[in-house]
C-alpha cells in the first residue's frame, strides 16, 4: 500500500509528528470501510492505534484496487 499526501496533510503534518505513515496504514487496514458524508468518492476508516492506544481517523480514496 503507498500512502499520497494531500496537499491539506502536507501542511498538517508539521504540527501532527507523531501520526507516522504506519499509523495510517495500519487504520485503513483495520476499520470498516464507511462513506464519507461529504464527499462521495471518500472513505474514512477509525482505528485505535497502539502502543498509545489514540483514536485515529482516516479520510482516503482509493486510486485502485487489486484483487
Not at 499526501?5 to 476499520?31: C, P
Not at 470501510?33 to 489514540?54: C, F, H, M, Q, T
Request: charged share 40%; no cysteine.
Amino acid at each position: 500500500m503507498e500512502v499520497a499526501e494531500s496537499y491539506h496533510w502536507k501542511r498538517k503534518r508539521l504540527k501532527r509528528k507523531d501520526v507516522t505513515d504506519e499509523f495510517i496504514k495500519y487504520a485503513i487496514q483495520n476499520s470498516n470501510e464507511l462513506r464519507d458524508k461529504y464527499w462521495e468518492d471518500a472513505l474514512n476508516a477509525i482505528a485505535r492505534v497502539p502502543p498509545s492506544g489514540r483514536l485515529l481517523k482516516v479520510v482516503y480514496k482509493r486510486i485502485s484496487r487489486i484483487k
